[in-house]
């Protein structure tokens, strides 16, 4: 009998195990798709970014974009592409202040990061649902103004400035 109770217990547990998904959901970490489509005048990156969203609100997602574009600039950096060389991320082991992350984690919250948005290209706005899935694949491109953006985390001591090379 106890045998049988710990194969049911055994089969029960393989059960549940496989029939959980893998598959990325909207609300879990955020892991977006940056694309180069070039470097601007002006310290700016033009860039695609594409991200997984449960609605089609046009207020929800490109909020969600903007915060990833900032985001990517400044913890990832810029791949390389289309005539460009790779951006470094403005955040990294040389340049961080240690004690930033409140200061990082308010700018996000506050939602300062659509400061640093130049512009939208609405004709490079795609929409596609996720086969098998609630979720939408959404790809805008924008601007994102990088050395406004290094001047703001430079100034409330986020990074380092350039001058601590020399």
Known sequence: MRKLVLYFIVFISLTLTSCSSSKKLASNVKD?????MGVGIDGTYLINVTDYFKTTDERVYL???KKDAVHCVIYSGIPAGNGSIKQPALLNNDTRIEGNEE???QFFEQK????FINSIVNSSKTIVRVKDS???????TMSVNKDELRNYLIDNNIIKSLNYLF
Not at 112 to 115: A, E, R, S, T
């Open 32 to 36: 977006y798709n940056v694309q180069t």
């Open 63 to 65: 909020d969600g974009l």
């Open 103 to 105: 200061a990082l984690n």
């Open 112 to 115: 300062l990061y659509l400061n």
């Open 134 to 140: 609630k979720d939408y694949k959404i790809s805008v």
